[in-house]
């Protein structure tokens, strides 16, 4: 039963070993609790086709700014909670009236879930390596469901994403996916994690996506190429057109002697 779709109540086995995430345990079988797709490893869990982002400690997420107060900035963290980045979890000191400076409404981060207490109060820090104020590029969604998939087996799919657009690129458990680079790489990518989306349930995925990629650049080298030939041709017209009225030129040139010529003899024959 290797990445089979499944429905909530489906059996999934006779070992109670085996219950993991998405599952749960009746009268000594596992059972699915979800409609989605089950992945055998270890354990068997269900990955769900869809729903809402829960915050977990230690988690990597895209938040927006959407308040400040006096000593938190307010994130949108794509779930039913908010996410609080208090100022003292900032890398470096901030005084309150400097705080619009560095976060602004609408600025957007890579952030760690630092803690997530009973009543679901979310507490963010930017304080590690690697999490920081987004700037530039693209911010894609993607249902948090589908997160493992982009990532792929110990982080397969996002590394071959990278190396074959050339993008900068981070997935955030949230569903949010921060890319950077240039606009017709991004544009390659960000097709890419579209199909990795509608696929997603499907074997090979991470060889299928690599064939894309590489024919969407084989296709973008040939139409360079065209590009390139078409410069030629029109450079060839041109140089013909040029050569046309240098021709022109003469011509002109050796009809006006000729006039005078017979003018001359003219004027000797009177």
């Given at each position: 039963?290797?990445?089979?779709?499944?429905?909530?109540?489906?059996?999934?086995?006779?070992?109670?070993?085996?219950?993991?995430s998405?599952?749960?345990?009746?009268?000594g079988?596992?059972y699915?609790?979800?409609?989605g797709?089950?992945?055998?490893?270890?354990?068997?869990?269900?990955?769900?086709?869809?729903?809402?982002?829960?915050?977990?400690?230690?988690?990597?997420?895209?938040?927006?700014?959407?308040?400040?107060?006096?000593?938190?900035?307010?994130?949108?963290?794509?779930?039913?909670?908010?996410?609080?980045?208090?100022?003292?979890?900032?890398?470096?000191?901030?005084?309150?009236?400097?705080?619009?400076?560095?976060?602004?409404?609408?600025?957007?981060?890579?952030?760690?879930?630092?803690?997530?207490?009973?009543?679901?109060?979310?507490?963010?820090?930017?304080?590690?390596?690697?999490?920081r104020?987004?700037?530039g590029?693209?911010?894609?969604?993607?249902?948090?469901?589908?997160?493992?998939r982009?990532?792929?087996?110990?982080?397969?799919?996002?590394?071959?994403?990278?190396?074959?657009t050339?993008?900068?690129?981070?997935?955030?458990?949230n569903?949010?996916?921060?890319?950077?680079?240039?606009?017709?790489?991004?544009?390659?990518?960000?097709?890419?994690?579209?199909?990795i989306?509608?696929?997603?349930?499907?074997?090979?995925?991470?060889?299928?996506?690599?064939?894309?990629?590489?024919?969407e650049?084989?296709?973008?080298?040939?139409?360079?190429?065209?590009?390139?030939?078409?410069?030629e041709?029109?450079?060839?017209?041109?140089?013909?057109?040029?050569?046309?009225?240098?021709?022109?030129?003469?011509?002109?040139?050796?009809?006006?002697?000729?006039?005078?010529?017979d003018?001359?003899?003219?004027?000797?024959?009177?």
């Amino acid at each position: 039963m290797d990445r089979e779709i499944v429905v909530p109540g489906q059996l999934l086995s006779d070992n109670t070993n085996e219950s993991g995430s998405g599952t749960y345990v009746k009268e000594g079988k596992v059972y699915s609790l979800l409609y989605g797709v089950a992945n055998v490893k270890n354990r068997i869990s269900v990955i769900p086709f869809s729903g809402k982002y829960i915050p977990s400690r230690k988690d990597l997420v895209i938040g927006t700014v959407f308040e400040t107060t006096s000593s938190n900035w307010i994130f949108d963290i794509g779930s039913p909670y908010d996410g609080l980045l208090h100022v003292s979890e900032y890398p470096r000191r901030v005084e309150s009236s400097m705080m619009r400076e560095i976060f602004n409404i609408g600025d957007c981060a890579i952030l760690r879930i630092k803690d997530v207490d009973a009543s679901m109060k979310i507490e963010l820090t930017l304080r590690e390596k690697g999490l920081r104020k987004i700037k530039g590029g693209r911010l894609l969604e993607v249902p948090p469901t589908k997160v493992p998939r982009v990532i792929g087996h110990n982080g397969s799919m996002v590394s071959m994403l990278k190396k074959e657009t050339d993008c900068e690129i981070f997935v955030g458990q949230n569903g949010r996916i921060w890319i950077n680079g240039k606009d017709e790489n991004m544009d390659k990518l960000s097709e890419a994690i579209d199909m990795i989306i509608r696929e997603s349930h499907t074997s090979g995925l991470t060889d299928k996506i690599s064939q894309f990629l590489q024919i969407e650049e084989e296709d973008t080298k040939v139409g360079e190429e065209v590009a390139d030939v078409d410069i030629e041709q029109g450079e060839v017209v041109e140089d013909i057109n040029s050569a046309d009225e240098e021709d022109g030129e003469d011509t002109d040139k050796v009809d006006e002697t000729s006039r005078k010529v017979d003018q001359l003899l003219d004027a000797e024959e009177n």
